[in-house]
């Protein structure tokens, strides 16, 4: 099975790394975009199956970015990362419209799979 994936971060060193990363864990990335903004035009467009989203974007947060490709039509499943640890976001993680969290020190593609339950 494919698992297309949208990579989410306003770092291109990361963006990098993390698509060598998941095209490894077989991944397809259909994309991969620097804000949020560019996230929402992006899942739109490419329709990923999920978006790996970091919390701390350049122009709107990621909460805000999952809450709107939630309301999308066929929304993909949203697993957030940042470089803060879970407890920076108290109830904000709990409360967001996601598949669950990960630390960017432990984004691989199990750890995704285990969180989408693909």
Not at 43 to 62: C, F, K, N, S, T
Not at 93 to 111: E, M, Y
């Amino acid at each position: 099975m494919t698992h297309t994936i949208l990579i989410v971060d306003d770092h291109a060193g990361f963006r990098r790394a993390a698509r060598a990363l998941l095209i490894a864990d077989g991944f397809t990335v259909v994309g991969a975009v620097a804000d949020g903004l560019a996230a929402l035009v992006a899942a739109e467009r490419l329709r990923p199956a999920m978006v790996l989203l970091d919390i701390q974007l350049p122009d709107i947060d990621g909460f805000q970015v999952a809450t709107a490709l939630a309301a999308m039509a066929a929304p993909p499943q949203v697993v957030l990362i940042s470089s803060r640890d879970r407890a920076s976001y108290g109830p904000q993680l709990t409360d967001a419209p996601v598949a669950g969290f990960l630390p960017k020190s432990h984004v691989t593609g199990a750890a995704i799979r285990a969180l989408v339950g693909r």
